[in-house]
């Protein structure tokens, strides 16, 4: 058997379409009991599709296996959902795994991408706004959980989530 290959690359705004099925595909498996689901339900339609502005950022990336996108994640001195900069602080965006190819690392190595640049671009502070299921996988990557926060995904729609961080 051939061994796969994993490489990460700077998303582009012509990754849309591909990047909105894999987010889309992945945010459906939060369905696994720890969300009310009509609240849910509302939440997945604004969230599950990919961000322009990310796609356009430069610091959002895809990690493909054998050129296919299996994962995809960034991160900004923006604070999700605003244009607000903190000096020194950076934030996750928009994580996700296919869920053909969870546990097979590609996540993992997105952040420590994220980690990297962030760090060399002058960040101190690496914050996510994590869904609940995704906790245990940034406690593994190093996040120290800072507690419970409702993220405003739009009007009306709040959804619960953890806040953690991480000193560079
Ligand atoms: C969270 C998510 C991005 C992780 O993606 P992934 O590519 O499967 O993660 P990795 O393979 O890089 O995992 C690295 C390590 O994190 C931990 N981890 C990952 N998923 C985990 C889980 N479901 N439960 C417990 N630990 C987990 C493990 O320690 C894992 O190492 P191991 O497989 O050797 O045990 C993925 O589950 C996902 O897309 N979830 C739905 C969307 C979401 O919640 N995104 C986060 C937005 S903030």
Redesign the pocket.
């Known amino acids: 058997m051939t061994k796969e290959t994993i490489s990460i690359r700077i998303a582009r705004p012509e990754d849309e379409a591909v990047l909105s099925a894999l987010i889309a595909a992945?945010?459906a498996?939060?369905e696994d009991g720890r969300y009310d689901l009509s609240q849910l339900a509302k939440a997945q339609e604004l969230m599950s599709k990919a961000n322009p502005k990310l796609l356009a950022s430069g610091t959002y990336f895809i990690a493909e296996i054998d050129g296919v996108a299996g994962?995809c994640?960034g991160w900004t001195f923006e604070k999700p959902g605003s244009d607000e900069v903190e000096d020194g602080v950076a934030h996750?965006r928009?994580?996700?795994?296919h869920p053909d190819?969870?546990?097979?690392?590609?996540?993992?190595?997105l952040i420590e991408r994220c980690l990297t640049e962030a760090r060399a671009h002058g960040a101190r502070l690496m914050r996510?706004?994590?869904?609940l299921?995704?906790e245990?996988?940034?406690a593994?990557?190093g996040f120290s959980r800072v507690g419970p926060i409702e993220v405003a995904m739009g009007p009306g729609v709040l959804l619960p989530?953890i806040e953690m961080e991480l000193l560079l």
């Open positions: 992945s945010y498996t939060l994962a994640g996750i928009h994580l996700a795994t190819y969870l546990r097979r690392g590609l996540a993992r190595m996510t706004q994590s869904t299921p995704a245990r996988f940034y593994s990557a989530a």
